[in-house]
């Protein structure tokens, strides 16, 4: 039925999907905005049949004004860890994308600030329950890692890192790839010899198996 002039316009309708009416629901989610100066924009990537699931730190200015996750330098070199082009990496039908915060949380002193304390409470376990149980998890960074892996907030992300094997076959703790890890990459040489080649084969077997 047409709109006629000056009727109210009718809302969208919600999509029929559970996790669908999840990616609207936070999409729309205002819980932070008083603490967000660039204001919210939510950035999530989530797929039903995904046999990957990416969870990073928080957008960047870039990806804030993109709206597309992993939009930057950092993305750039993570793709390249796990072995993808932009197409597979951006394929929800492979690959889920969820941040511990998922909106930008703007600039403190030493850089961007840590991804706001309500995202992950709110919303991680109804995404999680919707997503395959059976994926690979990267975990990028410290943040994911100390939610996510059992005695992560006793040990350095080096040390997480380095121990990758013993998280069992589905969680995969790694760096974040940003500029700054350029020093720790050639302070700790095994992250390429070793662990690199086995997050690449981890990441093919998910891709094969999903």
């Given amino acids: 039925m047409r709109q006629r ?13 559970p996790l669908g009416r999840l990616v609207a629901e936070i999409g729309a989610c205002r819980a932070c905005a008083a603490h967000l100066p660039a204001g919210c924009r939510p950035v999530v990537r989530l797929g039903s049949d995904a046999s990957i699931l ?3 730190q ?10 597309t996750p ?10 390249d860890w796990m072995g993808l082009p932009p197409e597979v ?3 929800t039908a492979r690959i889920a994308i969820m941040p511990m915060g998922f909106c930008y949380p703007g600039t403190g002193a030493s850089g961007d600030l840590p991804p706001r304390p309500e995202c992950a409470p709110l919303w991680h376990e109804r995404a999680l329950a919707l997503l395959p149980r059976r994926r690979l998890t990267l975990l990028v960074g410290s943040y994911a890692q100390k939610r996510y892996l059992p ?6 992300v080096t040390e997480m890192v380095r121990d990758h ?3 069992g076959p589905g969680l995969f703790p790694l760096p974040h790839p940003s500029w700054r890890c350029n020093g720790w990459m050639r302070r700790n040489p095994w992250f390429g010899a070793e662990v690199l ?6 990441v093919a077997a998910a891709l094969r198996a999903g």
Avoid: C, N, Q
């Fill in 54 to 56: 990416v969870i990073g």
């Fill in 5 to 17: 002039l000056g009727e109210a316009a009718s809302p969208p309708p919600a999509p029929a999907d």
């Fill in 165 to 167: 094997a013993a998280h």
């Fill in 197 to 202: 080649p086995a997050l690449k084969a981890r």
């Fill in 58 to 67: 928080a957008p960047g200015t870039r990806v804030h004004a993109s709206g």
């Fill in 89 to 91: 990496f951006y394929d």
């Fill in 70 to 79: 992993w939009d930057d330098a950092s993305g750039l070199r993570l793709r």
């Fill in 151 to 156: 005695g992560a907030r006793r040990r350095s």
